[in-house]
């Protein structure tokens, strides 16, 4: 299938006070139709960045963006701004990790919905209501009749979070970015927002970028991982092949650091040392080698972003082979 | 059980009025955080205590420091009963049970240097001053795995991480016996999580420390627990040892809990039946009647809707409040 989104040597820096600071680097990768791809990374590495870019949220005086973002044959980087604005949200919408300050807080949630269809559809203001009505109704919230004359505030968190679904679905885009959707919520109301994203994917065939550090949740809902680190994608594969054949010692890192409620409890976490390197000075090589317990000589030099285990769809960036790395994983 | 027993906790509560009203203030409701609650933690020991936000767990931990005042209940530390004392006779105590916050940003000074921030406890306390005081706040931030020339920093040079091995310092430089560590890595990326959990761990053998371990992640608090306690709506609804409660948790509430926890393994994940809770937590300011929990829960019957279900000891060391546990 011919992908819907495909993202090719993006890069994305900001000047700043302190310098140039190089947050995407090179990043490529692609989604297809009804596809889900979670982009996992700690803070600071460039996932939410890369989200953003996709539909020109970080276009600033002084951000510089180079590289392609092709979303069914448009190029969005050259788009103008009026242009990127009728393809946010028909095409491409976006969710985002904090729903109270992502919903204005002076006006109902009806109108607010409302608002985004007349942007971009010529109907009534009655019609549009109504159509905020279904879309309530559609994510899961009791009573919307009642419920779109409500401001925000009179909403739960997880309530408020399907009303920002409810809004990013209202134009019927292709593909929802879902920046860290559920990390503010708490795990039976995060558990209720995944099967409302896996319902959405399934049987819209809608597809989804996951912005998320949860590998858990990646691992219900995606069928592709890109695991990104200091600006770099450092892994990128099929879900399976990243759980059960991890290329990356950092991807092994971010497995080992989890306390799991599946298997028997360690003695001691594995942890990652040090913390990830500032983006202003990035290190020359393997980005990882300063925290990472397998670095050699080769690390001095960058590694390539490739298939090296012999599956196509399976990329990483680490000097390994795959023998070694099957031996000390 | 490890040791004797240090912090006993009998039927806490801690109710906030909601005060309304022009020129009088009328108490008109009552919001009930934390609702007759009741533990022992024992010396060498670390208590997990889980639960959603707005179930009370954070008040709880504030109402055993006597931060904010109990409404009634009693809190005994070592012996010693806390609730009712003086803000002067709290303060020998303070130096044996000390506090780790969730963040770190908002939980360090950011005009301090960090040798005042890690300092200041020892100085209040006239433990130690002029060189003595600095060398042992530079063998304290050796020991939470900072190096001592970041005696003269500021909090914002440090990442989050480090800035929670701060936090940590600060906390031990009093040598206490107990620390109440609220969310103390919920703020972190999960490889520096664990960075924390394994100091907090390596601390806890080192000095003979007890934890109360406050977290909404029930991955980290099985790992680092001894004993667990689930909070509902300002009640513990089930409490026991780290394997009864994961291993089989007897309360609906514990049960969905867990079942919502996603598992980093997409086959398990599959194969895992799930149970989604409907709806969300009702408000503590009036909390459904009889067992709390009857609004959200599968098996609920007219005798959950009348009647208030004891904490009970269903199985050896492992309490549930349910009329109807999963045995």
């Known amino acids: ?329 | 059980m490890k040791g004797d027993p240090l912090l006993e906790v009998t039927d806490l509560v801690k109710h906030f009025p909601v005060k309304s009203g022009v020129l009088v203030d009328r108490e008109v409701a009552r919001v009930r955080a934390v609702d007759g609650v009741s533990f022992t933690l024992h010396e060498g020991e670390t208590l997990g205590l889980v639960g959603e936000s707005g179930c009370g767990k954070s008040t709880l931990c504030r109402a055993i420091l006597q931060l904010v005042t109990p409404t009634s209940g009693s809190v005994r530390f070592g012996g010693q009963e806390l609730v009712g004392r003086s803000r002067r006779d709290m303060r020998p105590l303070r130096r044996e049970m000390q506090m780790v916050f969730q963040d770190p940003f908002a939980s360090l000074n950011p005009r301090k240097r960090v040798g005042q921030i890690v300092g200041d406890p020892l100085e209040l306390h006239g433990l130690a001053s002029g060189a003595e005081l600095r060398r042992r706040v530079q063998d304290l931030l050796d020991r939470v795995g900072l190096q001592a020339e970041h005696y003269n920093r500021y909090p914002h040079e440090f990442s989050g991480g480090q800035r929670q091995r701060i936090g940590i310092a600060r906390a031990l430089a009093l040598r206490p016996k107990l620390i109440i560590a609220d969310e103390p890595v919920s703020a972190l990326d999960v490889s520096v999580q664990a960075q924390i959990v394994n100091l907090l761990e390596e601390l806890q053998d080192e000095f003979g420390l007890s934890y109360l371990f406050v977290a909404h992640d029930l991955g980290v608090v099985r790992h680092v627990s001894d004993r667990v306690a689930v909070m509902y709506l300002g009640k513990i609804v089930e409490h026991s040892h780290a394997g009864g409660l994961y291993g089989h948790p007897l309360h609906p509430y514990s049960n969905a809990l867990l079942s919502a926890v996603p598992i980093p393994d997409p086959r398990k994940n599959m194969a895992r039946e799930r149970i989604t809770l409907e709806g969300d937590v009702p408000s503590p300011i009036d909390p459904p009647p009889a067992c709390r929990f009857h609004t959200r829960c599968a098996f609920a019957t007219d005798v959950c809707r009348t009647e208030e279900p004891p904490l009970a000891e269903l199985e050896p060391g492992h309490f549930a409040a349910c009329h109807h546990p999963r045995l």
């Open chain 1, 1 to 329: 299938m011919s992908p819907l989104l495909t993202v090719t040597d993006l890069r994305v820096s900001f000047a700043t006070d302190d310098g140039v600071v190089h947050a995407v680097d090179g990043v490529s990768f692609e989604v297809a139709p009804g596809e889900v791809v979670a982009i996992v990374g700690e803070s600071g590495s460039g996932k939410s960045v890369t989200a953003q870019t996709l539909i020109g949220l970080t276009r600033a005086p002084n951000a510089r963006i180079s590289g392609s973002v092709n979303f069914d044959g448009a190029e969005l980087t050259e788009l103008s701004d009026a242009d990127l604005r009728s393809i946010r949200g028909e095409h491409i919408a976006m969710v985002f990790q904090d729903p109270m300050t992502s919903l204005n807080p002076v006006y109902r949630v009806g109108d607010q919905i409302a608002e985004a269809i007349r942007a971009h559809r010529t109907v009534s203001k009655s019609e549009a209501l109504s159509r905020a009505v279904e879309l309530l109704r559609s994510v899961g919230i009791p009573n919307p009749e009642r419920r779109v004359r409500d401001y925000p505030h009179e909403f739960s968190g997880g309530m408020r979070q399907r009303v920002m679904i409810a809004m990013a679905l209202a134009l019927e885009p292709e593909v929802l970015i879902a920046d860290e959707p559920t990390t503010a919520l708490d795990v039976t109301i995060q558990a209720q927002i995944l099967r409302l994203l896996e319902g959405l994917n399934r049987d819209r065939n809608l597809s989804v970028v996951l912005i998320t550090h949860d590998l858990g949740i990646v691992a219900e809902l995606a069928d592709r991982v890109v695991v990104m680190y200091a600006g770099h994608i450092v892994e990128d594969a099929p879900l399976d092949e990243l759980f059960y054949n991890p290329q990356h010692p950092y991807t092994w890192g971010l497995l080992g650091s989890i306390a799991r409620l599946d298997e028997p409890r360690p003695d001691r976490l594995t942890q990652i040392g040090g913390s990830p390197p500032s983006l202003l000075n990035p290190p020359t090589g393997c980005r990882f080698a300063p925290r990472c317990k397998y670095a050699f000589d080769k690390c001095t030099q960058p590694p390539t972003l490739e298939p090296r285990t012999g599956n196509p769809a399976h990329f990483d960036r680490c000097w390994l082979t795959p023998a070694e790395k099957t031996e000390l994983r």
